[in-house]
């Protein structure tokens, strides 16, 4: 099967091999090395000074510890489909109060909106924002909303699970205060591990936040990395070693901007080839996002019945998710994908589009 998935995505073949090693001790020299050697290489992707910590869980273990550690009382998450969606329940579910910025689907956040927001909510202590809402195939405006939010005096959260590594984040220049990921996105690693970027006025801020819990208390992180200790709790080995490799590829054929290019590149093909087969995308135009896209499903057939024809030739797509599941169909372009499966993905979706 061809994987065009929006994560879980196919992985290089390099960190297949670095995953497939023997197990070592997440306290030897050896792992010490490998953690502190991927810490830096995410620096330079991320273009910041930040502590960068590789937690045991996925990206919502990350979201998670965001709301954790970064809001005592009040939170305005930006909605832009099921994912911000799930970044408002997880401050709800920890008993935060939250303000709801939530655009008509498949529109930005805006400059106007958001500072509309905060004017009328003062007492927000940060803006969760989804950079990259996999769910519609949205982009938004980060560089625009985060300037605003910091001339504000917020903390900066930001969902980047499906944006890192494939677009240009500018993390300390835009001042992100929390930037995380999964392993499972653009690096083309397996999943079980969390990637973020946790900066000072965040640690500051977890000082003074009461009932942090344990796991997720970002103070125990940062005081583990200090001592040069890598993690508090045993390290994803396999995924760490995974990353470096993925880190390593991409440093070797051209650093960030040769990775960023590919993404691109890729996309444009999918796009243009979709276009050609007379399909549009959800987004609105301008803000499609440039890892995964959403696109409206022929009049009359569901997005579903794109997907499993796509399945039965041998090419696994994403099914349109949360309300938009029945509309659309998703493609991804993330991890491995050789150029010529762009090609045959696109050529079957024609025949299989021709035969509804
Ligand atoms: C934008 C976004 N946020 C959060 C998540 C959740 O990430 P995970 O499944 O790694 O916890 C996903 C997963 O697809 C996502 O696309």
Not at 48 to 75: H, K, P, Q, W
Not at 146 to 160: C, E, F, I, N, T
Not at 211 to 239: A, V
Not at 292 to 303: L, T
Request: net charge negative; charged share 20%.
């Amino acid at each position: 099967m061809k994987l065009f998935t929006v994560g879980p995505v196919a992985c290089y073949l390099e960190v297949l091999e670095a995953m497939g090693r023997q197990m070592m001790s997440h306290r030897s020299e050896e792992y010490l090395e490998l953690h502190y050697d991927t810490v830096e290489r995410l620096r330079g992707c991320l273009e910041t000074e930040n502590d960068i910590y590789l937690l045991s869980a996925t990206g919502t273990g990350f979201m998670e510890a965001s709301i954790l550690n970064c809001v005592r009382d009040s939170v305005l998450v930006c909605v832009n489909g099921s994912f911000g969606k799930r970044y408002a329940d997880v401050a709800k579910a920890h008993g935060r109060n939250v303000i709801l910025l939530e655009p008509p689907l498949g529109e930005p956040i805006t400059v106007e909106a958001l500072e509309a927001t905060l004017r009328d909510h003062p007492e927000v202590e940060a803006v969760a924002l989804t950079h990259n809402e996999t769910s519609a195939g949205l982009i938004n405006p980060l560089e625009e909303l985060a300037s605003l939010v910091k001339d504000q005096g917020k903390l900066l959260l930001v969902d980047a699970v499906s944006s890192m590594g494939g677009t240009t984040l500018k993390v300390d220049d835009w001042g992100i205060d929390i930037c995380f990921s999964s392993s499972q996105k653009c690096f083309g690693v397996p999943p079980g591990l969390g990637i973020g970027s946790v900066s000072p006025d965040a640690l500051r801020m977890s000082e003074v936040v009461p009932n942090k819990g344990w796991y997720f208390d970002l103070k125990i992180w940062q005081r583990y990395h200090e001592q040069g200790r890598g993690t508090p709790m045993t390290s994803t080995i396999p995924q760490v070693a995974g990353l470096n490799a993925a880190l390593k590829m991409i440093d070797g054929r051209g650093g960030k901007d040769w990775y960023f290019d590919l993404f691109k590149t890729r996309n444009a093909k999918i796009r243009e080839g979709i276009e050609k087969l007379g399909l549009t995308t959800f987004p609105k135009n301008g803000f499609e996002s440039p890892t995964v896209s959403c696109i409206n499903a022929p009049e009359g057939v569901g997005g579903l019945k794109v997907y499993n024809a796509m399945r039965s030739n041998g090419f696994e797509l994403a099914q349109g998710y949360g309300v938009l599941k029945e509309t659309t169909f998703r493609i991804g372009n993330m991890g491995y994908m050789p150029d010529e499966d762009i090609d045959s993905m696109l050529e079957t979706l024609g025949s299989v589009l021709e035969g509804f």
